[in-house]
């Protein structure tokens, strides 16, 4: 526990000086004069204090949480005063915000962002909403909400859209394809990611250009087309060289990862997650980092470290947990059951592939349910309980076939096909 609170204070310490440098840049001389004022009574005032807190309710490093917590809050209430018109202030909010996303503290971000969007004053025009909305859709995203994300990429498509911004237009229509794609209509999210494709065309935007061809090869690997999909992700790779793109060369090098993985490369797909992984330490994506350790789990499973794959799934479980992403909690679950299943736990591997199918189930994933129930079918293969296992199988058909992943539903069938015509 004490381990996890000093990475947690290390990286709000990052994350705090860049908010810091961020206001510091737009508010006249004399904020930071003030802010370093009113940090140093803050500190000595709780320090006089600190001792009455009871002993059995301390943490290690909890007090350099809690001043830092309260230098964020000081940040975003006192630098108004020093910023001479409304708009340089809400942008600096949403700068900061833009900021907290990318360090995965979406509660503050998104705080700060409604101010934005639910603010009447003249001093907010329409392109500072219009691009909070869309940081609004990207959190209510990473959160699984996909109604809310949905609705909030709508609300900047619209207002792109009134601006005439073909660029942002491109983009919002990308973003929506993730949507479709995670609300198991992949076809429909593919045929967004090739609109986004055909309006960018004008365009030279490295950035949205690899995030499209990141979405085709995800979609289409979820198609089971996986050459096409490593295709579209080697395309994507050849943009995203230098520092500037780290996060993005993760994204890259994860779906490579995932490819391998379902080519039953694991050796490859542990060498592509340990990139992954290595360079969201450095730029602090904790959801990139989750997803990256997640996938290292279940190819260290297949190679048969148990331990380790455990280890590994139990590090993505409170990344997920923080940040609210119950689909990815299941996946976890999923994981845990298969993991206990190959060690011949099979009490414990039922109880976790249950709580999977359940919270797959409350979000309608289609394509989660289609691999828990798989996961579920190889349980009762292996406990010897046939007819469960060709029910389960059978499910997992259909869950695929909904969605149209045709190739993923035919791989069932083949593994169902080798049980026993009976009893």
Known sequence: MGDIMTNNNTQLQSFLAEVLDRAASVCSDEFLKYFRFIQQERERLLDSVWHEIPAGEQTPDMKQFVFKEIDFDSIV???KSYITNAEDYFRLVFDIAVIAINYGYFVKAALLLNRIVKNNQKGIDERLKANSYKKLGKIHF???NFILAEESIEQSLNYFSILKDTLEIARNKNSLGIIRVEKNLPVEGKLLFLEAQKLSGDFNDAQLTMKILINLGI?????GELGEAMEYFQDALKLVNGDANKAQRASVLHNIGVVYKSKEEYGKASAYFMKSISLCKETYNVYQK???YLEYAHVTAHMRDLPKAMALATTAFPIFSELGAKMHIAEVYKLYGMINRMGGKYDIALSYLENSKRINHE???????GETYFEMGEYYRATGDKKQ???????????FQFIQANKKA???????NRLPLSN
Request: overall charge negative.
């Open 142 to 144: 990473y959160k699984n």
């Open 410 to 416: 035919a791989d069932v069938e083949y593994v169902m």
């Open 389 to 399: 296992s060709l029910e389960n199988y059978q499910e997992s058909i259909k869950q």
């Open 363 to 369: 979000y309608n994933n289609h394509f989660n349910l």
């Open 219 to 223: 979609v289409s690997h979820r198609l």
């Open 77 to 79: 209430t006192h630098s």
């Open 290 to 292: 989750g997803l990256s």
